[in-house]
């Protein structure tokens, strides 16, 4: 009887769900007036973050924006769409809530939209949840120490840069230098439970390209792809960053060892600061407001582990104009636990994966990469530095063979570090394959 009970109750849940999202009391206001990027009204009572529906009066259509600021009895609103059918006088009806998205274990292998709407023609959603996108970060005393490696499949990346359950690293390049490739890689091959990759700002184009070039058939099995290109408002793009973020915490908060791969912070920026300039900020570093750099303060720290699972952060970084001090760069490598430096010389020269493996650095390799490991990274590291620092001599003849040993094993084996950092975009190695490659590099036991 009582497993009746329970199961009658079940039934029920989704209907007091909706139940409890419903407000009966709706606050209404009318457009005054309305340019390409910002929508500014006359009331309703509402706060900051909360949605508002706009209905068109002349067409009968409904848009969805959100609050971004309010003076006084004036509004202020970035839509979800395009603008082109709101008219002065068009209604705005405070929603009662910030945005929230339809969760279930459904959403591995389909492609979402900011508002996590299936945009992949496989049909709805099967929905067991409805979570807001506004979560908080877990509390600093509930997180689980990082101490368990996690594998992406890529050689440079598993042996030079580790990475732990939990932690977020940078791919950092210029536009065209692989980074989109190189995350498609560590999707495919990744151990992780759960990828969830957000596409934000990007060409539309890519998209599918990357799911059938990059991720494949196997990568996009578990794999969950919010997607809010180039084309759609700053507010989509900034709330598709909140959408993917909150998809990964759904997972990890049940147990699940999720890869969070977002492609790209510098593209968020860009939408962040246009929502900003609009709202009244005045811009302050290069032209970003100040919310620019609180935003991604708070949304890079969500990623992080919790007493249930853990996030793993992989974020593309693009460098303008090789700058690597210049202000989304340096906030970003402040924030994350490593980075991982892609250079276009490399991928001139026809390395791939392009990483320059001395620049690039992993803060919790004592962490997860064994002694032997890193003793072995630590030698391959310094033959490379080595070999570059006197390529010029080398090249031109006027290096003499025995006045250095360490240039003299440099140019010896560098050739073979070259083919032991490189990799096929389709090509997957085990962990125990890498550590025995490496061993017989260094001539020394590297144990996994």
């Known amino acids: 009887m009582q497993a009746v009970k329970e199961a009658d109750a079940g039934l029920f849940n989704k209907y007091i769900e909706l139940i409890d999202q419903l407000d009966p009391v709706r606050y ?20 900051v973050g909360e949605l508002c529906e706009i209905l068109s009066l002349r067409t009968g259509e409904k848009f969805l924006a959100e609050v971004v600021a309010f003076e006084e009895n004036e509004v202020k609103l970035f839509p979800y769409h395009s603008v082109a059918h709101i008219e002065k006088g068009s209604l705005v009806a405070a929603m009662g809530r910030p945005l929230s998205i339809p969760a279930s274990e459904d959403l591995c292998g389909r492609v979402i939209d900011a508002l996590g709407r299936p945009i992949d023609g496989k049909g709805p959603l099967r929905v067991a949840h409805h979570i807001s996108v506004f979560n908080r970060r877990p509390h600093v005393l ?8 996690i594998l992406t499949g890529v ?29 498609g890689m560590m999707a495919r091959d990744s151990s992780a439970d759960v990828n969830v990759i957000a596409l934000i700002g990007e ?3 890519e998209v599918q390209e990357f799911i059938r070039d990059s991720l494949g058939e196997e990568g ?8 809010s290109d180039s084309s759609d408002t700053p507010l989509s793009r900034f709330r598709g960053a909140y959408t993917a973020t909150a998809i990964a915490e759904f997972f990890r908060d049940r147990g ?16 962040i600061r246009e929502i ?7 811009a302050a570093s290069r032209g970003y407001t100040p919310n620019v750099f609180a935003s991604l303060q708070e949304l890079l720290e969500r990623c992080a582990t919790s007493d249930k699972g853990t996030i793993t952060g992989i974020y593309t970084v693009l460098v303008e104009g090789g700058d690597f001090d210049e202000p989304i760069t340096d906030c970003v490598r402040a924030i994350i636990d490593g980075h991982i430096i892609l250079d276009r010389k490399l991928a001139e020269r026809g390395q791939y994966p392009a990483i320059d493996i001395p620049a690039s650095l992993s803060r919790l390799e004592s962490a997860v990469a064994s002694r032997s490991q890193r003793q072995a990274a630590v030698k391959l590291r310094t033959l490379i530095s080595v070999y570059r620092e006197r390529k010029d001599l080398i090249d031109v003849g006027a290096y003499v063979k025995g006045s250095d040993p360490l240039t003299d094993e ?17 090509e997957s190695v085990s962990f125990d394959a890498i550590c025995a490659e490496a061993s017989s590099l260094t001539g020394t036991e590297v144990t996994p």
């Open 410 to 426: 440099a140019v010896e084996k560098i050739d073979r570090i070259n083919r032991f950092i490189s990799q096929e975009t389709d």
């Open 203 to 205: 060409r539309g184009r």
């Open 142 to 149: 509930t997180r689980r120490p990082i101490d368990e490696r």
């Open 256 to 271: 699940k060892d999720v890869m969070l791969y977002f492609d790209s912070v510098t593209r968020l920026a860009m939408a």
């Open 220 to 227: 996009m099995k578990r794999s969950v792809i919010v997607v």
């Open 28 to 47: 209404v206001g009318t457009v005054k007036k309305c340019t390409s990027s910002i929508i500014i009204s006359e009331g309703p009572q509402a706060s």
């Open 155 to 183: 050689k440079a990346v598993d042996f030079f840069t580790p990475l732990g359950k939990g932690q977020r690293i940078g791919l950092f390049a210029g536009s065209g230098v692989g980074k989109s490739t190189l995350m």
């Open 276 to 282: 900003g300039l609009a709202a009244g900020e005045v």
